[in-house]
């Protein structure tokens, strides 16, 4: 048996809004476990709709839904119960609401399409106007979302991801393509207006059964406000005394900024303060007290914590797709380290021209494949904008395009902070806003503080708390890290254990890294790297790189010409540089004894102008045979000495032949 397969939260809206059912766009649940509406929802979570009047909103019209998930893609999906859908859902989320809706069918309930949540499971049937008019109806603890009366009710729907880390998800062979619903029988909507004439059970507006524990607003903030109306504090002149003293009442409830500064916004209500705050003169009262005021433990009145889990049998039925943007390079949703040591090109090569090359859906490095166009950010906090625009034009142009024509991408100048959850939100925030699927950012020591870089526990929860985010809003974050001072300077390619600080080697779960071959030749503009590959995934490569940035030149546009070469190419290529090496070092060591020796032997000839013999000028120089003949042929060879005769006095024959430095002074 098999599980249904699960579509994006558009495409299951459209689906569904085809069915005739009337979709409703609902809240999400962000990166740090919070609702988007921006409240202290608790239990509703990700389950309330985004439009006050959803009751008339709710549709099944195929362009408002686009609408509606093209502002929030990331929106859970309601779909209204009632007439207008033909649906009513019966919920059950504990065992003893299970052995109530077997009880109302008698002991033999139906067939029908059913989807499981974060706590409980969901089963549909068709709506009869003979139901009661209700939103939603009691039997025993369970509650039947009917859509009914003025309320109505609205259920969250799969794909939509539940508050516990859960997503919404049919059962296999019980989907909306496998079964339709199935009709209530009379006997039981007998039963439903029997329990709704005996009980009312409280609803929320959003269509929800009330949750005593759903929102919590009337409980932290509630008791902070009213503390703060206890308080018995002399203003100081401007009532900075009195507001500090209720930004302490905040900080010992725990309260978020949010929840704090509505809570004092609602105390100043009834009890003004002298001068009018700022909601950043508040913030700043608040977190002086943060500093100095312990929190009270709350306890059981926290909402519990859930541990997401699944049985063998769970785990087996679920199809985790995994998606390739560049096969054998980068998978999708893998946080990303990108290392390498000082000045290796990593800008250019992990950020520019990956996020160019991910944009336009083309080659990455003009020879990696990239399997759809990605919407990317890169966040550089070291090149600043105007090496980022040079870098990304040339990048642009070996394209085939102009960096103006390139879409998909967005660039920031500013990294977000690791340790601070101000920033986790914003990223979150950045991320959803914008569609990002892949964010680069560069480089990692900007992005943390460095107080801890050892410490590989606490580094592995600011690693952690950030690729959470990711997580949750289905993206990919790229990392660009530098290596330890020593790494690499062999030559050979690198791995994690040369990444510098603790925990980046534990947390990659996929890696590319840059190394040189050879050193860099300042001027030239050519360079010669590894670049590898590797991931959990399984997939690992090592390839060559020349790239070539031509010669600098002031005004003149440089270029970005790249060659991939295969493992065993560059290592030839490698080894051949080298073999040229050496015969170029010992030729030009050749060449200096060379000259050297013809210094000398000008130097001794100089001596005796009228000239001197062979063999009493190499015995003076007192040069090695073959250096002496090989310097004394090239100054024969170039005019420098000529031959000539001396006579000995103490020879009994003709003069010897001889050797001197030519005159020119005729010439």
Known sequence: MTAAIEKPLL???????????????????????????????????????????????????AKQIEA????????????????????????????????DFVRLFDGDPPVCPTFTSGRGTHRLMRFRPDLPNMGIAPFGKLKVRIGNGEKGAQSVFPPSHHYSGKRYTWLPQCGPDDIDPPEIPDAVVKKLGDAAAKSNTPQQSNGQPEDNGANRKDGRVGQALQAMLGMRVDDA????????????????????????????????MVRPFPRQFSQQDIIKRIRDAEAKVPRIPWGSNDEPIVYRSLTPSELDGEEYAVEYLIPGVLAAGQHCIGGGPH??????????????????GGHF????????????????????????????????RAAGTELRYVGNMLISDVLPKFGSMDHIDAMGRFLEDNGIEVAILDPAYLALDGGDASNVFIMGTLLRNMADVFVQHRATMILLHHTTKPAGLDGQPIDLTNLSF????????????????????????????????????????????????????????????????????????????????????????????????????VKTMTKTPAGETKSLIRDTTALNRDIFATAFAGLLETGDIEPCHVAKPAARKAPFPAFRIKDTSHE
């Open 502 to 601: 603790a925990g980046f080697r534990e947390f990659a779960a996929q890696w590319t890294l840059l190394n040189r071959r050879t050193g860099y030749e300042p001027g030239s503009g050519h360079h010669e790297l590894w670049f590898s590959t590797g991931g959990r995934l399984g997939h690992s490569g090592l390839w060559g790189l020349d790239i070539d940035e031509g010669e600098y030149h002031p005004n003149a546009v440089r270029q970005w010409n790249v060659k991939v070469l295969s493992a065993d190419e560059a290592r030839q290529q490698t080894r051949a540089a080298a073999e040229t090496g050496r015969g170029k070092d010992k030729q030009a060591r050749r060449d200096t004894q060379l000259q050297d020796a013809k210094r000398r032997i």
């Open 343 to 360: 000045k290796v090109l990593k800008t250019l090569v992990l950020a520019c021209d990956l996020g160019v090359s991910l944009a336009l």
């Open 68 to 99: 509606w998930w093209s502002e929030t893609p990331n929106g859970n999906v309601g779909v209204a119960m009632g007439p207008g859908s033909g649906l009513v859902d019966f919920e059950t989320d504990s065992p003893e609401e299970e052995a």
């Open 237 to 268: 002149n401007d009532g900075s005394r009195r507001l500090y003293a209720a930004a302490c009442r905040c900080a010992e409830m725990g309260l978020g900024d949010r929840e704090a500064v509505s809570a004092i916004q609602a105390y100043a």
């Open 365 to 396: 490095l003009g020879y990696f494949p990239v399997t759809r166009p990605t919407r990317v950010a890169i966040m550089s906090g070291e090149s600043g904008f105007p090496v980022i625009q040079e870098n990304l034009r040339r990048i642009a």
């Open 11 to 61: 495409e299951s809206a459209l689906d569904y809004g085809r069915r005739g059912w009337r979709v409703v766009p609902l809240h999400h649940i962000r990166p740090d476990g919070t609702c988007s509406c921006g409240e202290d929802c608790k239990k509703s979570k990700g389950k309330h709709p985004r439009p006050l009047d959803w009751q008339h909103a709710a549709t099944a019209d």
